[in-house]
């Protein structure tokens, strides 16, 4: 089955500063990868993902992921926080050997502090 | 544009009644649907998926079910709710066995079995 990892339960940036949230695939074939955000008490919202092609894939809100074959990564980034950028973080992976379901990583708090 | 319904927003429900959780898609067909459990603020338990009317599979054994009455109409139910049932559910959709492509999220119900 294919899965993710997110090896930090949460991450804490000062305003301003980059923000990272890494994440680690297991996959057999090619990955097809996703990040969603959640804030307090809401649905899903989703970022970005990596099909096929460039390895640095640009989402919504600022935020890019770099695909990284030889590392089996998939990490989230933002070049300059912002307070609003806290929120619970989802790496998922299209799992094709189980009916093409999504399968989500455990998470990743993030707080940008002002 | 395709969005997605889901209610209620909270329900509070003593131990041992029924339950009934409602979603429904606008703006596709034949989606994949899906539930979720997210227990804690934390990582998403898949429940169930459906790739058509009729067509349920259960991730895990639990004291709930699911229906899909119609093409774009998914419910999460219980017959005697357990304290344990308690959490955040989230319905999505996404396109039927598309592998590139995102899954949606309704804003999910907070149940509290009290």
């Known amino acids: 089955a294919q899965s993710v990892a997110q090896p930090e339960d949460q991450v804490n940036v000062a305003e301003g500063n980059p923000l990272t949230v890494k994440c680690t695939y297991s996959v057999s074939g090619n990955p097809y990868l996703f990040w969603y955000v959640q804030y307090p008490n809401r649905g899903l919202q989703f970022l970005l993902k990596?099909?096929?092609?460039?390895?640095l894939v640009k989402g919504s809100y600022g935020f890019e992921a770099e695909f990284n074959k030889s590392q089996t990564s998939f990490h989230l980034k933002k070049p300059s926080a912002l307070v609003s950028d806290s929120a619970l973080y989802f790496c998922a992976v299209r799992d094709m050997s189980n009916d093409y379901k999504l399968s989500f990583g455990a998470g990743t708090t993030v707080t940008v502090r002002a | 544009s395709q969005t997605i319904h889901q209610w209620p927003a909270t329900l509070v429900q003593p131990v041992g009644s029924p339950l009934s959780l409602e979603c429904t898609v606008e703006?596709?067909?034949?989606?994949?649907l899906y539930w979720y459990r997210q227990a804690a603020g934390r990582g998403l338990q898949l429940l169930f998926y459906?790739?058509?009317?009729?067509?349920i599979s259960s991730e895990v054994p639990q004291n709930l079910s699911a229906s899909r009455p119609q093409d774009r109409q998914f419910i999460l139910s219980s017959k005697k709710l357990l304290l344990s049932d308690s959490g955040f559910y989230l319905c999505?959709?996404?396109?039927?066995?598309?592998?590139?492509?995102?899954?949606?999220f309704g804003q999910g119900t907070r149940l509290t079995v009290v």
């Open positions: 703006g596709t067909s034949n989606p994949n």
């Open positions: 999505a959709w996404s396109v039927l066995r598309q592998v590139e492509t995102e899954a949606f």
């Open positions: 990596y099909i096929t092609g460039d390895n």
């Open positions: 459906s790739v058509g009317i009729g067509q």
